[in-house]
């Protein structure tokens, strides 16, 4: 057992030093990773754990820390006690490495890898770079394509919008807006779906998080509690991880793009509105209290939309958010993301170089 022990630590050590390397190839990793071992790992994995419509994953997790306090709960004298960790913190220490070996193989073998891929950007050869100046001048153009689909849906400007429709309803209209992308653009094409109500969608909310992606089982796991009127968007995020786009910007944009794709106009609003909300932050970015004078540009409808967000998430700050952003930034981090939490507003940029050569938001 402890010789197993070692191989598995020693394995940890080289997988480590094996992605560092890779990391230096994304073009490798986009070859015959991303656009060849993945495909068919997502594929399988979409196809058995959407046939459930239940999340696997969450129950696999929730199994895990069941199995993880009961064994901290049998072995507390010797876990808890420093006369132990003394005379046998070698074997603790390689149960405990042996354990993040397992997990951390799986985790870049079943998803993690793509992390280390080439830049979306590169590949659609979009300039991300922009001035406050562009900024403003495309945030406008962003504020009357989201006033236009606001105003379709809506004749009163000042009500925000509503979304009808239940979530097993916005699930399956997901996949209009990904069919019409994947005609544009094969590498965003979308097949075999599992979406999930997230079992654990309230300790997700206190966390601060509208979604994630489980990497062992390709389900798109999405908080069931967030405000409606933005849902759609955020499904189509997590979708865009499954297809193996891992960072966040990118799937930002790959979601963005198939909210408006779609037909339905609650998803155009959600992506236009998602989008919006997005460019006013970057703004506040460059200059503080700036995004403020295009308020009155502004639906006062779709303000409230975005007054709903703030005070749906305030309702539920505590400590736990802090901690697990916190957490969660420096994953990225260590994970080629080098904006971190940050990564989400970039894909702002994205759009930016999307429309730089056409004369409106469509």
Not at 40 to 64: A, E, H, M, Q, T
Not at 90 to 112: A, H, I, P, Q
Not at 229 to 254: K, L
Not at 292 to 318: A, C, R, V
Request: aromatic letters at 18%; charged letters at 20%; a positive charge.
């Amino acid at each position: 057992m402890k010789k197993s022990k070692i191989i598995l630590s020693i394995f940890f050590v080289i997988q480590i030093i094996t992605i560092k390397i890779l990391s230096f190839f994304p073009e490798f990793i986009e070859e015959y990773y991303s656009n060849g071992l993945y495909l068919w790992i997502s594929k399988i994995s979409r196809i058995v754990c959407g046939s459930f419509n239940f999340s696997i994953g969450d129950i696999i997790y929730l199994i895990l820390i069941v199995i993880l306090i009961r064994y901290i709960f049998i072995n507390r004298k010797t876990i808890f006690s420093w006369k132990s960790w003394k005379t046998e913190w070698k074997s603790k220490m390689l149960t405990v490495l042996s354990f993040v070996s397992v997990f951390y193989f799986f985790f870049n073998f079943l998803w993690g890898l793509n992390y280390h891929r080439v830049p979306l950007y590169e590949k659609m050869n979009l300039d991300k770079e922009y001035t406050m100046e562009e900024l403003i001048v495309f945030t406008k153009k962003m504020i009357v394509k989201t006033n236009e689909i606001h105003s379709q849906i809506e004749k009163n400007d000042s009500l925000k919008i509503a979304n009808p429709y239940n979530i097993e309803t916005i699930y399956g209209k997901t996949q209009n807006g990904y069919d019409k992308l994947g005609k544009q653009y094969a590498s965003f094409k979308y097949e075999n779906p599992s979406i999930k109500k997230s079992l654990v969608s309230l300790p997700l909310t206190y966390m601060g998080f509208g979604g994630y992606l489980n990497p062992f089982t390709n389900e798109a796991q999405v908080n069931y509690k967030i405000p409606k009127y933005n849902f759609p968007t955020t499904v189509c995020h997590e979708m865009a991880h499954q297809i193996g786009y891992a960072s966040e910007s990118e799937a930002n944009f790959i979601g963005y793009l198939a909210s408006i794709n779609n037909e339905d106009i609650y998803f155009k609003y959600s992506g236009y509105s998602y989008a919006l909300k997005y460019c006013l932050g970057s703004i506040e970015k460059f200059e503080e209290g700036k995004s403020k004078e295009l308020w009155p540009l502004i639906h006062p409808g779709i303000l409230k939309n975005f007054q709903e967000s703030q005070d749906f998430w305030d309702s539920y700050q505590t400590p736990i958010d802090t901690f697990f952003h916190y957490f969660y930034d420096h994953f990225l981090k260590a994970n080629q993301q080098k904006d971190g939490l940050e990564g989400y507003s970039k894909f702002v940029g994205l759009m930016m170089g999307y429309y730089k050569d056409k004369a409106k938001i469509e």
